[in-house]
């Protein structure tokens, strides 16, 4: 809408990072990860705090069918679930050919049959900031898929260091950011009938000179709302259609990370960028699948 402002909610982090929303709390979850804590945003009053220190760095979130926190942390490596009672359930560490140690999870979405998907980059680990020890990347950065029965399995390896991803609101669809590439890429990769494997990709979306995109959601119309990057006039939020065309932007005073829609209407768009977190009423709501 016209006089709809973005709002600034929130300042005072080293790299806000994951938000996802939780609608039955009227509250907002986000990742300061240098920081290593969790943040939390209460839609009733505005209010600020501390959700979870130390996070062990965590970065990307997402809820699962039964409402469930799914974070992916850098410091051990490993994705893990936050159950009802407060508990840690570990869903991934280890993967691929003799059970190698996964990098660092970056981010991470949850399907409407219970499995998981997330990425596994490199950055975590390479940097002692967001919580790795400095080491180069032990494995491939892949893409990985957590079954309902909890098994592990290779999406894909030939992505250079894949980041934000999403569904499309019928989920046959699974895009993917690949940072490692450059220009930065846009990935759409068809699902077969079962939703459980990858059959073809292609790139839906290159990112011009110096410009950088990081996390995504999709509308329930299926648009494509990107964290984008790139300096003065550039930073912000970046919008395509299901096709890649472009549509818009929403400039920020700093580069966005990653976002989510939330809210009463499930029409506030939330943005996690750089040293803050800022909302914007827009006129579409987001998709409102499990984990989205």
């Given at each position: 809408p016209p006089d709809s402002p973005v709002v600034r909610l929130a300042g005072g982090m080293a790299w806000a990072e994951g938000p996802v929303w939780f609608g039955d709390g009227r509250f907002l979850l986000w990742?300061?990860?240098?920081?290593?804590?969790?943040?939390?945003?209460?839609?009733?009053?505005?209010?600020?705090s501390v959700f979870r220190a130390p996070s062990h760095f965590a970065n990307g979130h997402s809820r699962d069918r039964r409402g469930r926190l799914v974070t992916c942390e850098h410091e051990t490596r490993r994705v893990t679930r936050t159950e009802h009672d407060g508990t840690i359930t570990v869903l991934a560490a280890r993967a691929g050919v003799g059970g190698g140690r996964l990098n660092s999870p970056n981010d991470v979405v949850c399907a409407s049959d219970g499995s998981v998907w997330f990425t596994d980059p490199d950055y975590g680990l390479r940097s002692v900031y967001e919580g790795g020890c400095g080491a180069a990347a032990e494995a491939t950065t892949n893409l990985y898929r957590i079954d309902p029965a909890g098994g592990i399995h290779l999406?894909?390896?030939?992505?250079?260091?894949?980041?934000?991803?999403?569904f499309s609101p019928d989920?046959?669809?699974?895009?993917?950011?690949?940072?490692?590439?450059?220009?930065?890429?846009?990935?759409?990769?068809?699902?077969?009938?079962?939703?459980?494997?990858?059959?073809?990709?292609?790139?839906?979306?290159?990112?011009?000179?110096?410009?950088?995109?990081?996390?995504?959601r999709c509308d329930a119309e299926g648009r494509l709302w990107c964290g984008w990057g790139g300096g003065a006039g550039r930073d912000g939020v970046t919008v395509f259609t299901p096709a890649g065309v472009r549509l818009g932007?929403?400039?920020l005073p700093e580069r966005c990370a990653n976002l989510c829609f939330g809210g009463v209407r499930g029409n506030r768009l939330f943005m996690a960028a750089t040293h803050s977190l800022y909302a914007l009423h827009v006129n579409v709501r987001g998709d409102p699948g499990p984990g989205r």
């Open positions: 990742s300061d990860i240098p920081n290593n804590r969790v943040m939390r945003w209460c839609a009733e009053n505005g209010a600020v999406a894909c390896t030939d992505f250079a260091n894949p980041n934000g991803l999403c989920e046959t669809i699974l895009y993917v950011i690949e940072t490692g590439a450059v220009p930065n890429r846009i990935w759409a990769c068809m699902l077969d009938d079962g939703r459980c494997a990858i059959v073809r990709k292609s790139v839906l979306v290159t990112a011009g000179d110096g410009e950088l995109a990081d996390g995504l932007h929403i400039p």
